[in-house]
């Protein structure tokens, strides 16, 4: 059986020093309604006075679903309450002692001043800074100081899954494939079932032309993913690169090539497969899907003078 420790000292004007055996905290109201910080962070509690009947809420915190906790892609890993929150709280209690209480007041912001300037100072808040930079660089289209602010970010915080994987990102964006691999690579062995991870590496590995390395990953990809579609016509492509046709065919068809009205994916899905079977002679089947996109979008790439080349 476990022993619970707490004891409250009244700092009055409803103020409260709570002490426990994991810390110190304080609050403020009044019975029945009281904002508080502790270890865990901010929260509110209510209840019923001299009935026992309550609940304690603490802000940004929530329960994870199983899929969170397996996909980076859906986590939120940003705190559920900033640090700052804490803090501004700190300093409107530490005001407020200093009113009514000054002697305690001016130990408690003496004492929020050093540890404020502590976390400022340290490596993760340093990296985190890093990484609002490099986010402001990306806004402003500006990819390489971003990229050379998450470096700086990533020495600093080593382990910083959003340095590593917005990293990943950028440099996937400018087309430097290889480097981006090995961030992604990173966030893919603590979360070997996030899909979009898989496509990202997927769509590396055929851009620096490893097509047998992109047909690994894409192909661990289940149907039930969202952006499936994405991953057909990577299999599609790979599978064309290596002058596969009748497997790139037969992938591409998985798709849901019926539907009338056709999104940017699937306008992509059978302009790919009408250059597949273009390429495998089968120019009556290349037609037929080039007129598809045709009557959607007659501007979508060269569509119009494929038609005009095959009909002569």
């Not at 940004?60 to 900033?82: A, F, L």
């Not at 590396?204 to 579609?229: S, W």
């Not at 599978?239 to 699937?266: C, G, M, S, T």
Request: with cysteine.
């Amino acid at each position: 059986m476990g022993f619970r420790f707490r004891k409250s000292i009244s700092l009055g004007k409803g103020l409260r020093l709570n002490i426990g055996k994991k810390g110190l905290g304080l609050s403020a109201g009044v019975k029945g309604l009281r904002v508080g910080v502790g270890n865990k962070g901010v929260y509110t509690r209510i209840g019923i006075p001299k009935t026992g009947l309550g609940s304690v809420n603490y802000l940004g915190k929530g329960k994870k679903t199983s899929q969170e906790q397996v996909s980076y892609s859906s986590n939120n890993h940003s705190p559920g309450c900033s640090v700052g929150c804490v803090f501004v709280f700190l300093y409107f209690i530490g005001f407020i002692l200093l009113l009514i209480k000054p002697i305690i007041g001016f130990f408690v912001l003496l004492i929020m001043g050093i540890v404020n300037y502590t976390w400022y100072s340290s490596p993760t808040e340093k990296a985190k800074r890093k990484l609002q930079k490099s986010k402001k660089h990306i806004s402003e289209q500006n990819y390489e100081e971003s990229i050379k602010c998450l470096l700086e970010a990533n020495n600093i915080d080593p382990k910083n899954e959003d340095i590593i994987y917005l990293l990943g990102k950028v440099l996937h964006e400018v087309g430097k494939y290889s480097e981006a691999i090995l961030y992604f690579k990173v966030i893919f062995d603590k979360y070997p079932e996030d899909y979009e991870i898989k496509l990202l590496i997927g769509n590396c590995y055929y851009k620096i032309n490893k097509f047998d390395e992109a047909l690994n990953v894409l192909q661990k990809i289940p149907e039930e993913f969202e952006e499936y579609l994405k991953v057909i016509q990577l299999l599609g492509a790979c599978f064309a690169q290596q002058k596969k046709y009748d497997l790139a065919i037969e992938v591409l068809k998985k798709a849901p090539l019926q539907k009338r009205n056709l999104d940017d994916d699937l306008l992509e899905v059978h302009y790919s497969l009408a250059l597949v079977y273009e390429l495998s002679g089968d120019n009556k089947n290349a037609l037929k899907h080039y007129k598809k996109v045709y009557t959607q979008n007659i501007s979508y790439r060269d569509v119009a003078d494929k038609i005009k080349g095959l009909e002569k």
